[in-house]
Nanobody
């Protein structure tokens, strides 16, 4: 099981930017892909971005064009660059390590089976 450490949350004004970091500290890191989720008390958990080891990415429609996920494999670190932040982006953001699986049609892909969650980092965007 991979272990994760998050950082980068904070409070910004609408239109501002933040960069979240997720560092994996386990030697099994290469068995996982990293996803970012966000959650509020009044909304269901939402996956906002995911990245696999070949740097393929996917984004929720709500953040496309504003958020960018990237990784530095040598540092075992995944980043979420958040630009043009809006008040509706306010949430607790979680880093998650999901198992990479194989499918004959898709090859290896990032599954929805989460092995480990980070503790979460709060992002507050004021208007």
């Amino acid at each position: 099981q991979v272990q994760l450490e998050e950082s980068g949350g904070g409070s910004v004004q609408s239109g501002g930017s933040l960069r979240l970091s997720c560092v994996a500290s386990s030697y099994t890191w290469s068995r996982y892909c990293i996803a970012w989720f966000r959650q509020t008390p009044e909304k269901e958990r939402e996956r906002v971005a995911v990245i696999d080891d070949d740097n393929t990415t996917d984004y929720a429609d709500s953040v496309k064009g504003r958020f960018t996920i990237s990784q530095d494999n040598a540092k075992f670190t995944t980043y979420l660059q958040m630009n043009k932040l809006k008040p509706e982006d306010t949430a607790t953001y979680f880093c998650a390590a999901n198992l990479r699986k194989f499918d004959i049609d898709r090859g290896y892909y990032c599954s929805g089976d989460t092995e480990h969650w980070g503790q979460g980092t709060r992002v507050t965007v004021s208007s």
